[in-house]
């Protein structure tokens, strides 16, 4: 029996303070709600639960960001069912003017509706935006552009088209013939090749003078006119537009989907006058051709980057984006710049050109309704995301209420009772007085 070292008291201290460390955890446990509070609760769990949450947050943020995009989807879309609209009220009036029914004044009187909303077209294409950016201008379809001329611009791209540098070839040239009537057919022979691939010519096109002339413009009005807003069209290998001033705006399309549009301006134009021959009087043609020894005898380096389209971060970690082209709404994209009803032959013309813009605007509208359908299924993936990591996490460092409180009344009993126990071990040595009584 000693007095100095009082083991029983010892020993209940230890169980009293081991108890006592296990009630305050269960009690931080409680508390918090979380069953892991410090990184010594459980160093593997808390290290696996921190990389969780860094998850879930990055989950939130992309959800925000799916939901922005989804958000600039539907603007696009709501301007281009304006611009739709406007097309069809266009294509109204020029089978209106084609009547052969209306007058001159008619006409202007439709004219002026025209220019009125083709200026409305174009101020949309201009203007629409959202949060500072505009969205059909151009600038948020895919860039690039030619290494050895300045005067091509590539004008777009779609989401099929590899990004490199492709080595285009673009030759034309004028055949005429004589019909059975004694009058001049001008044919222009378009061929373009290295697109999407080095290989045989993909488009091999025609395009007949003067069938874009204004036929009702008294034939002396034919002499030195300049070829306009002709174009050749193919669902399959592309379409070659020639602007009133010569430039050209040319569509290429590969079998896989492929499509790039460049523009080659007035500068990289020649204009060839040629005989023509009507109703038996000789009068002379205006044609454009693209001059092929200003740009390297027709070859063109064109270098599409693969960058400039919307990319929207819909994901947790790096590169996790959906791409979403927004095309660019111009009346030259259009092929509706300078359109005129003033004639009837001119109005019937129209007719194509406006089929035309509303064939390029309901592609557009499709594609980025496909955008739209793809940024929701991802803001739903990245909801279920969101719903399991959070069950994951829970599993991981929630505090189980139920449970944790039996064991918090389990810790506040033994604490007690080592309490009443150290109490009476440090009556012991009180014994010892006895000896020596």
Known sequence: MQINSNITALIT?????????AFSLSSGKLSSGYKINTAGDDPTGYAISGRMRQQLDALKRADVNATTGKSVLETADGALGEVTEMLQRLNELSIKASNGTMS?????????????????????????????????????ENHGYCENDKNVQVEGYNEKTKAKTYNISINENVNTTTDAEGNTVATLNVNISGFPEDSSPNIQMELDYPGYIDKEID?????????????YESPTQGSVKICEDGSHIITMKGANGEELTLSIN??????????????????????YTIDTSSVSGGKLEITLTGEGALDLHIGANEEEMIE???PKISLERLDIDNLNLKTQ????????????????????????????????????????????????????QDTDMAEEMTNYASKQILVQAATSMLAQANQAPQQALQLIQ
């Open 324 to 326: 979403c082209s927004l």
């Open 104 to 140: 001159t004044s008619d006409r202007a009187d439709i004219q002026r509706e025209v220019d009125e909303l083709t200026g409305e077209i174009q101020r949309i294409s201009d203007q629409i935006e959202l949060n500072g950016q505009k969205l059909l201008d151009g600038h948020l």
């Open 345 to 396: 032959a001119s109005a019937q013309e129209s007719i194509d050109r406006i089929t035309y813009a509303l064939s390029y605007v309901s592609s557009a509208r499709s594609q980025l309704g496909a955008y739209t359908n793809r940024v929701e299924h991802s803001i739903s993936y990245l909801a279920a995301s969101n719903e399991n990591l959070s069950s994951a996490m829970s599993r991981i």
């Open 266 to 287: 007035k500068n990289d134009v020649t204009k060839s006058t040629i005989p023509y021959t009507r109703n038996g009087a000789d009068y002379a043609m205006d044609i």
């Open 219 to 231: 034939i002396g009005g034919y002499e030195g006119k300049a070829v306009t807003n002709a174009r």
């Open 13 to 21: 201290n230890n169980a009293l303070l081991r108890n006592e460390a």
